[in-house]
């Protein structure tokens, strides 16, 4: 479905008020527009999972880059499993010219 009619992706404009379901569209379909690559930045690792998840039910063009709040990222740093997701949402920036991160 095109939700491009329903969104205005303008430099400067802001959406708010989006279901984490209508968040994905929106971000699914400014990467169609765009052509580019994206950085959706959200408030902690939780919130991260639930938008990587719904934006990989519609691309496979997405990777997750795990970091969490500011108070435990010395433990997230440390976590092999997050470097090691870390490392692969490079590796695939890299390799990728159209990525959402």
């Known amino acids: 479905m095109n939700f491009s009619k329903y969104f205005n992706y303008e430099n400067g404009s802001i959406t708010y008020g989006l279901t984490n379901e209508l968040i994905a569209f929106f971000v699914v379909e400014l990467f169609k527009k765009k052509q580019e690559n994206i950085i959706l930045l959200t408030s902690n690792l939780y919130e991260g999972n639930k938008a990587f998840n719904a934006i990989k039910n519609h691309t496979n063009d997405v990777v997750m880059f795990p970091m969490d709040d500011f108070v435990t990222s ?28």
């Open 74 to 101: 010395k433990v997230v740093a440390m976590s092999p499993e997050f470097q090691l997701g870390r490392l692969n949402a490079l590796d695939k920036l890299k390799k990728s010219n159209q990525i959402i991160v």
